[in-house]
C-alpha cells in the first residue's frame, strides 16, 4: 500500500462523518445546545493547526491556520458563546496527543493528515446540516466554506510523507490513527455518551 492508502487506512477506523454526533447534525436531531458546546470545546484543538504545519515547515499554512481559528472564534460566538475555551478531558487528549505530535516531522506530517484529510467532507455536511436545519441560527460559517473544498493541505502533507523512509512512514501512520481516535473521542465526550466506532 502507498503511504496514502495506510493513513487512509488507519482513518476509516475513526471517520469522523460516522459518529454519531455528526449524523445528528446531518439530520437536524443534534440539539442547538451541544452545537454551541462544540464549537466552544473544538476551538482548542483548532488552535494546535497552525503549530502543527510550523512544525512541518510550512509557515504560509500556519499563518493561513491562524487566521483560521479566528474564523473559528466568530463561529462559536455566533452560536453565543461568549468565551471559547474548553473544559472536557477528551479534548486535554486531543491537543496534547497534538502537542505531542509536533516534536518529530514524522509524526507532525501524520498527525495533521488525520484531520486535514477529512476536513473538506466534514465541512460539506457541516454547510449542508447548518443550511438545512439550523437555518435560524444565523451562526457564521465562513470557517465551513473555506474548507468544503480544500484537497490542497492534504495533498502537500502526503507529498512530504512519501520522501520519509519506511520507519518514519510509519511512525507518520501510527499519529494519524492516535489523533483520528482521540477526534472521534471528542466528538463522544461533547455528544455526550461513549460511542464506540
Not at 76 to 89: P, Q
Not at 106 to 131: D, I, N, V
Amino acid at each position: 500500500m502507498t503511504i496514502q492508502q495506510q493513513l487512509d487506512a488507519a482513518i476509516s477506523k475513526w471517520n469522523l462523518l460516522n459518529h454519531p454526533f455528526y449524523q445528528a447534525w446531518s439530520n437536524g436531531t443534534l440539539p442547538v445546545e451541544k452545537l454551541k458546546t462544540y464549537s466552544a470545546e473544538y476551538a482548542s484543538f483548532i488552535q494546535t493547526i497552525a503549530a502543527g504545519w510550523e512544525a512541518v515547515g510550512n509557515a504560509d499554512v500556519a499563518t493561513e491556520e491562524r487566521e483560521h481559528y479566528i474564523l473559528w472564534q466568530d463561529f462559536a460566538r455566533s452560536l453565543g458563546n461568549v468565551t471559547v475555551s474548553h473544559s472536557l478531558d477528551a479534548v486535554d487528549e486531543l491537543v496534547a496527543t497534538c502537542s505531542a505530535n509536533n516534536n518529530t516531522l514524522a509524526t507532525a506530517l501524520g498527525g495533521l493528515y488525520a484531520f486535514e484529510a477529512q476536513q473538506p467532507y466534514t465541512s460539506q455536511s457541516k454547510l449542508k446540516g447548518l443550511r438545512t436545519h439550523y437555518a435560524t441560527l444565523s451562526c457564521d460559517e465562513t470557517y465551513f466554506k473555506i474548507h468544503e473544498n480544500d484537497f490542497d493541505e492534504p495533498a502537500m502533507l502526503v507529498a512530504d510523507l512519501e520522501k520519509l523512509n519506511s520507519a518514519e512512514q510509519q511512525q507518520a501512520v501510527a499519529a494519524c490513527e492516535a489523533v483520528a481516535e482521540k477526534l472521534w473521542n471528542t466528538l463522544s465526550a461533547i455528544h455526550g455518551e461513549a460511542v464506540m466506532c
